[in-house]
């Protein structure tokens, strides 16, 4: 049982440089998100998905863009990584009333 | 306009006693859902509990209760008996379920529990 699988699991990048971080889910859900957790802080929004095809911005989305082709994958993108992108990323889904499923997150750091 | 607060950035609770985490909440959804999630040191979240506004009772998961005071806003998460285990950030969470934008997961800043043996 799967649940939400994030890859990689930690990543460091160079400024300026661009990457995916993965998101894949196997339990159907229409939902799904992408959040920011800076240290010792609680996770802030950055994008969301509420079906394939439809994506849209959350609290925090500069620097960061999203694709929803299929139910399962919701990959994000950074463009120009910068240092204020340091972070853990955490991917989650849930079916429409339900609780969020979490990712591992990973860990990126920009230097 | 959805906003959840959690006044305690710290707490501190001797094991095998009780603590309650506070949270309130704000939302103009006349339908949601409230949640706890647990990040231990390790960094993954774990659900905890989940409460729906027009839940008549009080949500429970074994030693997890929540204490909802609609009138006030508020959802405070009771641990009993606590253990070292539940040493951890905690994060409550709220989700509207009238649809529009209110149905994403908003959280608090957290609260750290620290359970002293």
């Known amino acids: 049982n799967a649940g939400v699988t994030q890859t990689p699991k930690f990543r460091i990048l160079k400024i300026g440089q661009s990457m995916t971080l993965q998101c894949t889910q196997d339990m159907n859900h229409n939902y799904m998100y992408w959040y920011r957790q800076d240290p010792g802080m609680g996770l802030k929004l950055i994008y969301y998905?509420?079906?394939?095809?439809?994506?849209d911005k959350g609290e925090v989305p500069n620097g960061y863009n999203v694709s929803r082709s299929t139910t399962e994958d919701f990959p994000l993108r950074l463009e120009l990584a910068a240092p204020s992108q340091t972070s853990v990323y955490f991917c989650a889904s849930n079916p429409t009333n339900g609780e969020l499923f979490f990712g591992e997150g990973s860990r990126l750091t920009v230097l | 306009a959805q906003k959840i607060t959690q006044t305690q950035p710290g707490m501190f609770v001797q094991e095998k006693e009780a603590v309650t985490l506070d949270c309130t909440y704000d939302t103009s959804d006349p339908s949601y859902g409230l949640f706890w999630y647990k990040q231990p040191s390790s960094g993954e979240m774990i659900f905890l509990i989940y409460?729906?506004?027009?839940?008549?009772q009080n949500a429970t998961e074994g030693r997890y209760s929540l204490n909802f005071q609609k009138a006030r806003k508020s959802a405070n998460l009771v641990i009993s008996a606590s253990q070292l285990g539940d040493s951890a950030m905690y994060f409550c969470a709220m989700r509207g379920l009238s649809g529009g934008s209110n149905y994403k997961l908003t959280f608090g800043k957290g609260t750290l529990l620290t359970v002293n043996p």
């Open positions: 998905s509420v079906g394939a095809g439809i994506t």
């Open positions: 409460q729906g506004s027009y839940d008549q």
